[in-house]
C-alpha cells in the first residue's frame, strides 16, 4: 500500500459514481481499512494524518490520526515523528476551539521555532499548507523558491 494506491482508488470511487466524491470522514475510514489489510499480509508500518474540508460538517474541516496498527481517530490537531514530542504540548497548550487561520498559523510558527532550537541539525525550510473550502493553498515558510 502507498499513497497512489491510496489516491487512486479514491479517484476509481470516484469516476465509478458519476463524480461523488467520499467525505473526510470515509475516505480515513478507506485509508484505515487498507492500513489494516496490509498490516495483515506482512509486516507493514506507516503512520498517517489525513486532514480535508467537508462541507457538510458543520466545522468544515476535519482531520484524522491513524498509527502503523491501523487505528483511526479524529482529532484537531497533530504531529507526527520526532517533531511531535516539542509540537503536541505546543498544540496542546495554545490550540482552541474556533481559531482563525491567523492563529493557527502562529502556533504552527512556534512549532517551527521549537524544533529550530532544538534539532541538532538545522532545518531552516518548512512549509505550511491550508485546506480550507477554496482547496488546498500553500503559505511559505523559509527561503527555498521550490517549496511553491
Not at 495554545?94 to 524544533?115: F, P, S
Amino acid at each position: 500500500m502507498n499513497d497512489r494506491y491510496i489516491s487512486k482508488n479514491l479517484k476509481l470511487y470516484e469516476l465509478s459514481n458519476d463524480g461523488l466524491k467520499l467525505s473526510t470522514h470515509a475516505q480515513a475510514n478507506f485509508c484505515r481499512g487498507e492500513l489494516a489489510k496490509a498490516l495483515r499480509k506482512g509486516p507493514y508500518q506507516v503512520n498517517v494524518i489525513l486532514g480535508g474540508y467537508d462541507a457538510k460538517v458543520p466545522t468544515g474541516g476535519s482531520l484524522y490520526v491513524m498509527d502503523y496498527l491501523g487505528s483511526c481517530a479524529k482529532v484537531n490537531y497533530g504531529a507526527q515523528g520526532y517533531a511531535s514530542n516539542f509540537c503536541l504540548s505546543i498544540m496542546d497548550r495554545d490550540w482552541e476551539e474556533g481559531l482563525t487561520e491567523e492563529q493557527a498559523v502562529k502556533i504552527v510558527e512556534h512549532c517551527i521555532r521549537e524544533l529550530q532550537m532544538r534539532f541538532l541539525i538545522n532545518q531552516s525550510n518548512f512549509i505550511i499548507k491550508v485546506i480550507d473550502k477554496d482547496g488546498l493553498r500553500t503559505l511559505k515558510f523559509g527561503a527555498d523558491p521550490a517549496d511553491n
